[in-house]
């Protein structure tokens, strides 16, 4: 995780700014990471960021135009140093995917220390308020805090007992279901993802979600039924074809929400020995999630890239990218290779 010295040092930058500027990733770690820190500081407006995965010079507009005094990055792998130069104004960078080296922006990674915690977890660190967004953040992106037993006892009713494993909190019971419904709002035209996050923002309470106990929670939790129709029809079609091989690719068409990251998840869950790959065309390109429980896939994408109009980047075991697609069918092939090798 990151240090005492460091998070003294966030506290003083978001305490000491008078209009922060949140830039956060479009899932629930980087979300979660901003509703922990705009709810304890109560000032500042967030952004949500789409581009994928690099901050560029293309948000530069939309940041001068809010101006800031303060731009906090939350859980971004990449930033420009184009972005960072032209937006002229001091820059804190959370994030905890591979350690970047850029000038002019004051960047906290836990992989600097040898460890690897989301976005969410380096946020609650500084703050120590409201527990369940941490555990929602955390848990999304594959983390078991250390802070789940103080979960428990807090809301025993969402989560009784020590998970065995990430899956077990993931994918069964309420706080899986939080994740969900999360992920879901974050997700169709950008009106209405506007509207999620505003409602988002004024949820004090899981409980006001799941038993849509206020407005705002039943407007995110009607947004989320819908939704989750498509999802579990689309998730039900990519299970109907599954075969022997090794690599397991599922294309979808842009007509349909992005459900890429879910898909892929949940499959990698239900069939660990293998390669999980979900293309939705998008444009000329397919943007791509790829998992995997046992072999390194971001090592095996990386030389599977050579020659190949596109990028991927991530995590060891998940990660995100987009490919041309009269590339496509040859990167697959590329992968396919790479990891008939390491049988």
Same mark, same amino acid.
């Given at each position: ?49 789409? !581009? ?58 836990? #992989?600097?220390?040898?460890?690897? #915690? ?172 790829? #998992? ?44 396919? #290779?790479?990891? !008939?090798?390491?049988?």
């Amino acid at each position: 995780m990151i240090t005492k010295k460091e998070i003294k040092e966030i506290d003083k930058f978001l305490s000491e700014a008078s209009n922060p500027l949140f830039l956060y990733d479009d899932d629930c770690d980087g979300f979660c990471a901003y509703l922990l820190l705009k709810k304890h500081y109560k000032k500042g407006e967030g952004m949500i960021i789409k !581009s994928s995965p690099k901050l560029d010079v293309n948000a530069v507009h939309s940041v001068i135009e809010a101006k800031p005094d303060l731009v906090v990055i939350l859980d971004k792998p990449l930033v420009s140093q184009e972005f960072i130069d032209q937006v002229r104004t001091p820059i804190i960078w959370l994030d905890h995917h591979p350690v970047q080296s850029m000038n002019n922006v004051n960047y906290y990674n836990p #992989r600097k220390h040898r460890s690897n #915690r989301p976005t969410t977890y380096l946020a609650y660190s500084v703050v120590k308020s409201n527990l369940w967004l941490a555990v929602i953040g955390c848990v999304f992106d594959h983390f078991v805090p250390d802070f789940i037993n103080d979960f428990i006892k807090q809301y025993p009713d969402l989560l009784s007992k020590a998970p065995k494993d990430i899956d077990d909190i993931k994918f069964s019971g309420d706080v899986g279901k939080l994740i969900r419904i999360f992920s879901f709002n974050l997700k169709g035209k950008i009106s209405d993802v506007k509207d999620s996050l505003k409602a988002l923002e004024k949820i004090d309470s899981p409980y006001e979600i799941l038993n849509q106990s206020s407005d705002n929670g039943k407007y995110i939790y009607s947004r989320y039924e819908k939704l989750n129709k498509d999802y579990l029809e689309l998730l039900n079609y990519a299970k109907s074809q599954i075969t022997e091989e090794k690599v397991f690719v599922f294309k979808y068409p842009s007509s349909n929400t992005s459900f890429t990251g879910e898909l892929s998840n949940e499959l990698i869950h239900l069939y660990q020995d293998k390669i999980i790959v979900i293309a939705r065309l998008k444009d000329d390109e397919y943007r791509i999630s790829f #998992r995997s429980s046992k072999i390194n896939i971001r090592k095996v994408l990386e030389k599977a890239l050579v020659g190949i109009e596109g990028y991927a980047g991530g995590h060891d075991h998940a990660c995100g990218g987009a490919i041309k697609t009269h590339n496509f069918d040859q990167f697959i092939e590329n992968v396919k #290779r790479l990891v !008939s090798k390491k049988k």
